[in-house]
């Protein structure tokens, strides 16, 4: 295996995923909208980038590797962000939501 989708793997997806795993989950868990994690996301693919440029020397100013990782951790924050947010809309109004799996929500019909 490649030295580059070693790092991609282990750092990008693992590490700075589990970051953007738990901002996701941070945003749902405090009702703001979803569009902080595309916000954050994009911050957090910065970051990232500088991370893998300080630690692996891989290229900083690579865009294609920016739109890549931006783009992988901003998917995990939108996926941590909806199953909190359904998982909290649950808990916190059952008399007219019910969970219909993970990512989805039923209404509770009043007959």
Not at 31 to 52: D, K, T
């Amino acid at each position: 295996m490649d030295a580059g989708w070693t790092v991609f793997l282990i750092f990008t997806v693992l590490i700075a995923g589990g970051a953007a795993f738990l901002m996701g989950k941070a945003i749902a868990a405090t009702w703001r909208p979803i569009w902080q994690c595309v916000s954050y996301g994009i911050l957090l693919g910065f970051a990232e980038r500088f991370m893998v440029f300080a630690l692996f020397e891989g290229e900083l100013l690579s865009f294609t590797a920016y739109i890549v990782d931006t783009f992988v951790l901003v998917a995990i924050s939108l996926i941590s962000f909806r199953k909190t947010y359904v998982q909290k809309m649950a808990q916190q109004y059952p008399w007219q939501f019910e969970n219909q799996g993970p990512f989805f929500l039923n209404t509770k019909s009043t007959n």
